[in-house]
């Protein structure tokens, strides 16, 4: 069985899809731990309902080069100990270091809450015409600013590039008149549920078909819904 290291920052609703899909065999992988750097967030309440190590790493000094770089490392040494064949980013909040990112080539994946390119460059090719690539912590909010006439949801690879590695799926949201941020987000969150546990399965069955870790370039990746 896969073995899948959450990190998690929020309420924890992409955690749970991964949750419910592994309990129905729809995922083929166990979330083995959850760690968030938050104590009251939502996804360590749901890990420890599901019976799953929650794991609490509050971080103080968030500015503080030096602290962030010991508490990556304490980080790194938490996730290692779970031995994971991926680490998935479910709404964590933290740039990571590429001290972390060179520990586990290849290994993290990340959900974003907009469309973002095969490219990572800063335009994306929707059903709608061309528009922005929403990166950072409000994108939900940047595309209604925007009057976008569509956004979506993105899993891709992490690399050191914020919102911008290899992309392995990615979906439209319409944007509907009277939407606020909320309601915006929770349809797009909606459709991550969706996405997450396929994109990371699909990710998982290429590996293995592939004998194991095996290079990006050897990976089916960039399969798109629109
Ligand atoms: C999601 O929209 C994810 O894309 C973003 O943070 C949100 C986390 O939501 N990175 P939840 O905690 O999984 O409900």
């Not at 609703?13 to 309990?23: F, G, I, K, R, V």
């Not at 349809?187 to 546990?197: C, F, M, Q, T, Y």
Request: hydrophobic share 50%; glycine share 10%; with cysteine.
């Amino acid at each position: 069985m896969n073995r899948l290291v959450v990190l998690a920052s929020g309420s924890g609703s992409n955690l749970q899809a991964l949750l419910d899909a592994s309990a129905t065999g729809a995922l083929d992988a166990a979330v083995v731990a959850v760690i968030s750097e938050r104590a009251d967030a939502g996804a360590l309440r749901r890990a420890t309902a599901a019976g799953i190590p929650a794991i609490s790493l509050p971080l103080r000094a968030r500015n503080d080069t030096t602290a962030r770089r010991t508490y990556d490392a304490r980080l790194a040494r938490v996730v290692a100990a779970f031995d994971p064949d991926l680490i998935v980013l479910a709404g964590w909040m933290l740039l990571l270091s590429d001290a972390f990112l060179d520990r586990f080539p290849e290994r993290i994946v990340n959900v974003h809450p907009a469309l973002l390119p095969d490219d990572g460059g800063p335009l994306v090719a929707t059903s709608r015409g061309v528009v922005p690539a929403l990166r950072g912590a409000h994108a939900a909010r940047d595309a209604l600013r925007l009057g976008l006439p569509v956004t979506g949801a993105t899993v891709h690879l992490v690399t050191l590039a914020c919102d911008a590695g290899p992309v392995l799926a990615r979906a439209e949201a319409p944007i509907l008149a009277g939407d606020d941020e909320t309601r915006l987000h929770d349809r797009i969150k909606a459709i991550e549920h969706r996405l997450l546990p396929a994109a990371i399965g699909r990710l998982l069955r290429e590996r293995r078909a592939l004998g194991g870790a095996g290079g990006l370039d050897a990976l089916a990746i960039g399969g798109v819904e629109r």
